[in-house]
């Protein structure tokens, strides 16, 4: 009798004190659910890219003390089911106590009830749509909504004389959409007159019938919303149509790539973008980062990975302040982010969405690089 | 009626509680992918092919979310009424083709389902490329397992009539059994409908419980992982194609370290079973034929 | 439904609109077309619905982006030398998902199974392989200029598309109407088991289909590759529903009939675009096919009947 209550108290006590101890040592689990595999991979590995680079430079110090975070990203290979499926992993097997992503805006309308329904907190690096922060008080973004950076861009353009526009989006990617529409209401209320609106696949290789119609009513300048390929095709196919420099093309956020510039070469020089980041920025953490991603995935950084970048570094300062690797305290925690990293200052508003908007600048395409547009 | 081990709100150990949130969206896929691999099921036991099984899951979904939000109505009339849509258009596709070879039903459901991507796309009643999120979540795990065997037993009993019988005759010989007197292209309208009604449930079903519905997940890959599902399961039983689903549902999930190998594998795995299985994974009849 | 603004302007339109929209429907046409001939050329002749057959267009683009980018050659060689290559993977392919089920005889839908879970394996470990950005040949492989007559523009690419389109055209249908090669084929294609007892050898046939039909995908791939300057693993794929299409609305296995179907579509699209509505142009495609499904489903220009069920 004796000995089996001995051993039992063995029992509940071994594991009791081990875990004590291993508290202390045990990497803090941070989940991510990312496009990895499928034709819209290049985003997902884009943002992990930024992901590890950041927490690598994490791990180094450590957060809380020293603990290490374990960053597990899973693949939702852009489909709904997969997503769900990884985050209710990641939340209920893993036990993360915060998640980064996902890669589209649509994915969050999936999965972003669930994990606010848990009470994770969950930070998009890459959902520019609108609504997306309404999901829910644990849904944040750092990406800046396109109706911060486009007013910032029409304005550059009008100053260049631009007086008419065109608008083509791509009519099946919800981040285009809500792109056009932004682009469209900031067209009105800065007075530019909308001439066409047309529409295209993401996955269309052929715009010519929508040019030649918008090639005949001489706008001053077209304003495209589409991730970067199409937006390549487009301006290609506008040079071959005889599209010169008197047209202005102005991008959306997806003609922020430096895949614009290899996909289309001099189709894309004179192609003006507003930016929440760019790679020449002069800054010194810029730099660092340009410098060690090159070094390390041996390409240019994009604007995705430097989201996520920043996004891994606002979310283990947020574990740092929140004292705790706690869902809860960490979400209180983000709202109180103020912070300055390679897309500059960062603040969340109340309603969890980048505060700041003075980072924007305007890029122009020269020989195949953005340079800042004088 | 339901299952306890499936209730979420009984008192379950709390570590079970967390394996059934953890996979509770896995476990009702199940159940909607067991069903739509009935919905394929039926078609291919007539000896027809439809690739526009996604397109009349996508028709239920967008119905049914629509009678939800807008006119409001309960599930329990949403639900059975989601298989309207679907089954209009089935008739509209399978009245002009299935007069011709299997080969053009199946182009034809691949245009459908383009053609809808294109509506949903363009209408503003569907939401466009954003779709429509906020959708309540009124499909319980219960239901979608009850859907599933009821659709099941319904099959099974379908398949061991007279019925059946000319089902199998049709797919082994059609020339042959509309000589013996089958009505054929009825059976093949038939299973048509009844295919689309079981892919209209089971997209309300869906649709209700993933609390968004976009226009990019009724296509073409759809179709063709709901094509896998049968033909790995087999088309013998009604119980071989869910059987499939099962396998094909579960696989990315574990396959998941693999990442970006894990596609290469799941075709790789179709491959195989179809050139050394050629009559599914559970290849047995439901009864035996004198040969 | 359509646009906002598409309306009002179709007053405005000057004859040099219609005559480039024309130029423009024409050459997307040709594209469609291209990339179709082969489709129809293997579904005529083995009655097998390959899904692989999107992925020799990619094979090819892809190792035209090889041949030009790292061995520096010029497209002149790099279209011919891509195209057989990607012949040759359409016979390995070929030969390890069908002869199987060819020699058993299977049922049509095993094969078309086993060239979806081919397809799908192929896509996927062309992307982890070659990652999934978007890709472009080396500049100046051709002149991007386009050539302006009479305010038409047009670029050599495009020309080149027309010329090539044009001639395997002609080349095929040469060897399937003028030669004892062909007459063996087309007996293959109306009954199989005959031309088995009649002395053909159906395995080899099968592998010169395949050869074939990888030769017209890879050459479509490395010259739509080239024009629209994007290559990347999914980019046949995107083109296998307009290529049902086609092969559907000009009769299948009927060459003539996808040339006449596809530069018909490709029209279409550009003046539905253009005149009506840019949203609308998707759907173009599969209301033809409905169309034509329901009022002359042997292909608008088939005479013989219909392979019926």
């Known amino acids: 009798m004796l000995r089996r209550t001995l051993l039992a108290t063995l029992l509940i006590a071994t594991p009791v004190l081990a875990q004590t101890s291993a508290v202390m040592a045990q990497p803090i689990p941070v989940g991510s659910v990312e496009i990895l595999s499928g034709p819209a991979a290049a985003y997902g590995i884009a943002i992990k890219s930024g992901m590890e680079l950041a927490l690598d430079e994490v791990n180094a110090k450590g957060v809380l003390g020293g603990r290490k975070i374990a960053l597990i990203v899973e693949d939702s290979a852009g489909q709904k089911d997969q997503g769900l499926n990884a985050a209710r992993k990641l939340i209920g097997r893993d036990k993360v106590i915060a998640i980064i992503g996902p890669t589209l805006s649509t994915e969050m309308f999936a999965i972003g009830p669930v994990v606010n329904e848990r009470k994770i907190p969950i930070i998009g690096t890459s959902t520019t749509a609108t609504g997306v922060t309404a999901i829910g008080d644990y849904v944040f973004r750092t990406s800046l909504p396109e109706s911060d950076v486009l007013p910032v861009t029409l304005k550059a353009a009008m100053a260049r004389g631009v007086k008419t526009i065109a608008l083509m989006y791509a009519n099946d990617e919800a981040f285009a959409k809500s792109g056009f529409e932004v682009m469209k209401a900031t067209a009105d209320k800065v007075g530019l007159k909308i001439v066409a609106i047309e529409t295209f696949g993401s996955k269309d290789s052929d715009f010519s019938a929508q040019l030649t119609k918008i090639k005949a009513l001489k706008p001053d300048a077209i304003g495209l919303s589409a991730l970067v390929e199409p937006t390549a095709g487009v301006l290609l196919q506008a040079r071959q149509l005889g599209f010169g420099k008197e047209t202005q093309f102005i991008g959306g956020n997806g003609a922020n790539s430096p895949k614009l510039g290899e996909i289309a070469g001099p189709a894309a020089d004179g192609l003006i973008v507003g930016s929440p980041w760019f790679i020449a920025k002069k800054d010194q953490v810029n730099a660092d980062f340009v410098a060690a991603f090159r070094a390390r995935f041996n390409k240019d950084p994009d604007q995705f990975a430097a989201q996520s970048y920043d996004a891994l570094k606002i979310l283990a300062a947020a574990i740092d302040r929140a004292g705790a690797a706690d869902s809860e305290k960490v979400r209180d925690a983000l709202l109180k982010t103020d912070y300055s990293g390679v897309m500059g200052a960062f603040q969340f508003t109340p309603g969890r969405d980048p505060a700041s908007t003075s980072g924007v600048v305007v890029l122009t395409m020269q020989g195949g690089k953005f340079v800042v547009l004088e | 009626m339901m299952p306890a081990w499936l209730a979420s709100d009984w008192t379950i150990p709390a570590g079970l509680d967390d394996f059934l949130w953890t996979y509770g969206h896995l476990i009702n896929s199940l159940g909607i992918n067991g069903l739509l691999a009935l919905s394929m099921y039926v078609v291919l036991a007539v000896g027809q092919l439809s690739l526009g099984q996604a397109a009349f899951m996508g028709l239920g979904a967008y119905s049914s979310v629509l009678m939800t939000l807008t006119l409001k109505l309960p599930f329990y009339v949403v639900l059975p009424a989601s298989c309207l849509v679907p089954v209009l258009f089935a008739l509209a596709v399978g009245v002009p083709t299935l007069r011709l070879s299997g080969v053009y039903l199946a182009i034809a459901t691949i245009g459908l389902g383009e053609v809808l991507r294109a509506l949903y796309l363009n209408v503003d009643v569907f939401g466009g490329a954003l779709g429509i999120n906020g959708i309540p979540e009124r499909a319980q795990t219960w239901m979608i397992f009850g859907m599933l065997i009821l659709a099941l037993l319904g099959l099974w009993l379908v398949g061991r009539s007279r019925i059946g019988r000319a089902m199998e005759a049709m797919r082994e010989d059609a020339t042959a059994a509309a000589v013996m007197g089958v009505n054929v292209p009825g059976y093949q309208l038939g299973a048509l409908v009844a295919s689309a009604v079981l892919a209209g449930i089971a997209g309300c079903l869906s649709a209700h419980q993933s609390s968004f519905i976009g226009p990019n997940e009724y296509g073409f890959e759809p179709a063709v992982t709901i094509l896998s599902f049968a033909l790995l399961g087999g088309i013998g039983t009604p119980v071989a194609p869910v059987v499939g689903a099962w396998i094909l549902t579960l696989l990315p999930e574990l396959l998941r370290g693999f990442s970006d190998l894990r596609l290469v594998f799941n075709g790789l795995i179709i491959v195989v079973a179809v050139l050394f299985l050629p009559h599914g994974l559970l290849g047995w009849r439901m009864r035996r034929r004198a040969a | ?309």
């Open chain 3, 1 to 309: 439904m359509h646009d906002l603004r598409a309306g009002p302007y179709l007053c405005l339109v000057p004859r040099t609109m219609l005559a480039q929209q024309l130029v423009n429907g024409v050459l997307l046409g040709a594209t469609y077309a291209l990339f179709a001939l082969g489709f129809t050329l293997t579904f005529g002749v083995l009655r097998v619905v390959n899904l692989t057959y999107g992925f020799y267009f990619t094979a090819g683009a892809f190792l035209a982006l090889w041949l030009t980018r790292h061995l520096g050659a010029p497209i002149w060689v790099a279209l011919p030398v891509a195209s057989v290559g990607a012949g040759l993977i359409a016979v390995v392919i070929d030969f390890l998902l069908l002869t199987r089920l060819r020699r058993k005889n299977a049922p049509e839908l095993a094969s078309l199974m086993v060239t979806i879970g081919g397809v799908l394996a192929l896509y996927a470990g062309m992307t982890a392989w070659v990652g999934p950005d978007v890709q472009r040949l080396p500049p100046g492989l051709i002149s991007a200029e386009a050539y302006d007559i009479a305010g038409l523009r047009i670029t050599q690419a495009q020309i080149l598309i027309l010329v090539a389109t044009a001639v395997l055209v002609a080349a095929l249908l040469f060897l399937l109407r003028g030669t004892r090669l062909g007459l063996a084929l087309r007996a293959m294609a109306e009954r199989p088991d005959a031309a088995g007892l009649m002395g053909i050898n159906t395995g080899r046939a099968a592998a010169l289909v395949s050869f074939l039909s990888g030769l017209l995908a890879g050459a479509g791939g490395v010259l739509i590759g080239l024009n629209f300057n994007a290559i990347q693993p999914f980019m046949g794929e995107s083109m296998m529903l307009r290529g049902f299409v086609v092969i559907i609305v000009g009769g299948l296995g009927d060459i003539r009939g996808a040339l006449i179907a596809g530069l018909l579509l490709g029209v279409l699209e550009v003046l539905t675009a253009g005149y009506l509505a840019s949203s609308l142009k998707e759907a173009v495609a599969f209301m033809i096919l409905v169309a034509v499904l329901w009022t002359r489903p042997q292909g608008l220009f088939g005479t013989s009947t219909v392979r019926r069920a």
